[in-house]
Nanobody, 113 residues
Framework: VQLQASGGGLVQAGGSLRLSCAAS????????MGWYRQAPGKERELVAT???????NYANSAKGRFTVSRGAAKNTVYLQMNSLKPEDTAVYYC????????WGSGTLVTVSS
């Protein structure tokens, strides 16, 4: 299974970005997909996940600002990020609950103050 993420970039504080991720190499629906992030010098952490039925889970830091969604196409996931802060700067990784776990290559989000 391969996950291809896109949509990162440089944005000013208060701005918005939308990340996209699509899985290939799998014919079944992935039960849980989502996003993790890793800031410089820190461990990878959960941002948000969503099940195939639409159930969501958010990190406290993402609640109220980020929205995770599944696309109409099978095994696609999006992350709408609003009111971005400099502390949101990180490499964002797409995640898929496959066996073994699937990770995208990462997309860099930089939020300037």
């Amino acid at each position: 299974v391969q996950l291809q993420a896109s949509g990162g970039g440089l944005v000013q504080a208060g701005g918005s970005l939308r990340l996209s991720c699509a899985a290939s190499g799998i014919i079944f629906s992935i039960s849980v997909m989502g996003w993790y992030r890793q800031a410089p010098g820190k461990e990878r952490e959960l941002v948000a996940t969503i099940t195939s039925l639409g159930g969501t889970n958010y990190a406290n830091s993402a609640k109220g600002r980020f929205t995770v969604s599944r696309g109409a196409a099978k095994n696609t996931v999006y992350l709408q990020m609003n009111s971005l802060k400099p502390e949101d700067t990180a490499v964002y990784y797409c995640y898929g609950a496959t066996v073994p776990t699937s990770w995208g290559s990462g997309t860099l989000v930089t939020v300037s103050s």
